[in-house]
C-alpha cells in the first residue's frame, strides 16, 4: 500500500468522518473531508484525491449528482458510494453513473478495507496503464517484434504464420515448453491484429484455484458466495470487443472447460450465480507447456474444446533445438540489460552457453545472462559468472537436503515459496501489484502468502498499524 494515497471522505456526518479516518490513516491513507457537494468538488479539483469514498445522503447537491459531476471531469478516479440499507435502487444508478462499487450502512470493516485496497489497486493499473500507452508509438517505431529473436527456420515459418493469420479472428492455440516464449507469440497476434486498440486481457489458468479462476473468468453476482459483496465483471466480459489470453489452459479443470466452450460456441456466458447470460464478442488466444492431445488421451482435456481452439495451432521448438537462435538472443539480453555498456564474453564462455540444452528455454537463458551482468566485476562475462549446471546435475539437484534443513516437507515448500517471493518483490522495487503480475497470481493471495511467510518488504509497504477496532461494523443515523 503507498502511503501517498489520498482518500476523500464525503459525508455530512462528522462522526463518520472521523470513524472512517481514524480506520484508514493508520494503514498509511492521507486523508480528505468534506461534509457536502459543493466542498467535495472544491476539495476534488483542488486536491485531485486518488480515490473518494461518497454518501449519497447529502444535503443540497446529493451524492448521485457529485458523481455524476465528478464523473464529466474525470472517469478514471474510483468513487465508492454508500448507501442506506434497502436502497438498491440508487445503488444501481450509482453504478450507471460510473461509481466502482457501493456499500450499505452499515457495512463490515474488512469488506470495507479491501474495497478502498482494490480501489487503489485499479488507480494504480490505470496510471501505469496511461504511462505505457505513452511509450507505444516510440515502441513501435523501434520494431515491437525485436524481441521475439528467431533466425532458426522454424521460427521464420512461425514469424510468416503470425502475419497471416493475425488480421482474422481465428481461435489460436500455441504449444511449447515452459520458457519458450508463448506469451511473446500472444503479444504478436494481439499487436497485428485488427484489434490491436482493443482490450487484451490475460491470465494464467495454473495459477489460481478452480474457484478463484471461475471468478476472475466469468465474473460473480453480488452475494454469489462468502464475500462476493458486489457484482464484479470477468476478464471475458471486460475483454468484450477484443481479446483473451488464456495462458497453461492445460491446467484448466474439466468444469470450466465446458463453460469456455460455451463461450467459443455461442459468445455468451453466466456470470458465477448469474442467471442472465452475458453476451460477448472476443478473439481467444490459448497456450499450453503440455502436449494437449496426450492431456486428451488421459482424459484430462476435453477433445471438443481442443478443437473448438485449434482453427490455429503454433508449436514453439525448445532452444535445444534451435541452438542457432542462441547467440542473437544473448546478444539481446546483452543489449536489454546493459544498453550503456560493451560487455564481451570470451569465445569459452561462449561455447559452454551453445552447447548447453536449456531445459529453462529462453526464460533460463535471459535469467541466466542477467545473473552474469549483475555479478561481473568488469566488462569480461567470464564462465565463472555464468551458473550453469548440466541436465543431469539439475535432475540431481538435493531436494532430501531442503527437506533435512526444514524438517518437513511444509517447511522446505514454504522456505521455497517465501525465497520466490522476496526475490520477485525486489525485482518490482516493493511493488505488489507488479508483483503479484510477475508471478502469475491473483494480488489477494500474494497478500495472504506475504502475510503467512512473515515477509515485509524493504519499504514497509505491508508494514501497517493495526487497527483497533472495538466492533465489528461501521454505521450512521442515516
Not at 152 to 179: H, W, Y
Request: proline share 4%; charged share 25%.
Amino acid at each position: 500500500m503507498s502511503n501517498n494515497k489520498h482518500i476523500l471522505i464525503v459525508d455530512d456526518e462528522i462522526s463518520m468522518r472521523k470513524n472512517i479516518s481514524d480506520l484508514l490513516s493508520p494503514l498509511g491513507y492521507q486523508i480528505l473531508e468534506a461534509g457536502n457537494g459543493e466542498a467535495a468538488m472544491t476539495m476534488f479539483v483542488q486536491k485531485k484525491p486518488h480515490v473518494i469514498i461518497l454518501d449519497i445522503n447529502l444535503p443540497g447537491k446529493n451524492g448521485l449528482e457529485v458523481l455524476k459531476e465528478i464523473k464529466s471531469i474525470s472517469t478514471d478516479i474510483p468513487v465508492i458510494v454508500f448507501t442506506a440499507f434497502g436502497t438498491s435502487e440508487r445503488a444501481m444508478e450509482a453504478m450507471k453513473l460510473g461509481a466502482f462499487d457501493y456499500l450499505e450502512k452499515p457495512f463490515e470493516l474488512d469488506e470495507f478495507i479491501l474495497t478502498v485496497e482494490r480501489a487503489c489497486e485499479y488507480q494504480n493499473l490505470l496510471t501505469e496503464v496511461k504511462e505505457l500507452r505513452s511509450l507505444v508509438s516510440e515502441a513501435r517505431s523501434q520494431s515491437s517484434d525485436d524481441n521475439i529473436i528467431g533466425r532458426n527456420p522454424r521460427m521464420q515459418e512461425i514469424f510468416k504464420l503470425i502475419g497471416r493469420i493475425a488480421p482474422t479472428d481465428a481461435t489460436v492455440l500455441i504449444q511449447g515448453e515452459s520458457g519458450t516464449g508463448k506469451e511473446l507469440i500472444a503479444d504478436a497476434i494481439q499487436r497485428h491484429s485488427l484489434l490491436s486498440d482493443k482490450p487484451f486481457v490475460k491470465i494464467n489458468c495454473g495459477a489460481l484455484s478452480e474457484s478463484v479462476l471461475e471468478s476472475e473468468i466469468f465474473g460473480h453476482e453480488k452475494g454469489s458466495f462468502t464475500g462476493a459483496g458486489s457484482r464484479r465483471k470477468g476478464l471475458f466480459e471486460i475483454a468484450d470487443g477484443g481479446t483473451v489470453y488464456l495462458d497453461e489452459i492445460n491446467s484448466m479443470p474439466q468444469s470450466l472447460q465446458v463453460r469456455l466452450l460455451r463461450i467459443l460456441q455461442k459468445q455468451s456466458f453466466f456470470r458465477v450465480g448469474g442467471v442472465t447470460p452475458v453476451k460477448v464478442n472476443v478473439r481467444v488466444i490459448a497456450s499450453a507447456n503440455k502436449d494437449i492431445e496426450k492431456e486428451m488421451k488421459n482424459g484430462n482435456f476435453r477433445e471438443d474444446l481442443f478443437y473448438r481452439l485449434c482453427v490455429v495451432r503454433i508449436n514453439i521448438p525448445p532452444l535445444r533445438e534451435r541452438k542457432d537462435d542462441i547467440v542473437p538472443l544473448i546478444e539481446y539480453f546483452l543489449r536489454k540489460y546493459c544498453p550503456s555498456r560493451k560487455l564481451i564474453i570470451p569465445e569459452e564462455s561462449m561455447k559452454k552457453l551453445c552447447s548447453y540444452n536449456w531445459p529453462g528455454n529462453i526464460r533460463e537463458l535471459e535469467n541466466t545472462i542477467y545473473s552474469a551482468i549483475v555479478t561481473a566485476n568488469n566488462d569480461v562475462l567470464s564462465i565463472k559468472n555464468l551458473p550453469l549446471r548440466s541436465e543431469k546435475q539439475l535432475e540431481e539437484f538435493s531436494f532430501i537436503s531442503l527437506l533435512k534443513d526444514h524438517n518437513s516437507f511444509k517447511g522446505a515448500v514454504s522456505y521455497v515459496e517465501k525465497k520466490i517471493i522476496e526475490a520477485a518483490l525486489k525485482i518490482n522495487n516493493n511493488n505488489q501489484t507488479k508483483t503479484a503480475l510477475f508471478l502469475r497470481i491473483n494480488r489477494r493471495l500474494l497478500y495472504s502468502k506475504m502475510r503467512e511467510l512473515a515477509i515485509i518488504p524493504d519499504n514497509a509497504s505491508m508494514g501497517k498499524t493495526p487497527v483497533k477496532k472495538n466492533n465489528s461494523r461501521l454505521s450512521s443515523g442515516k
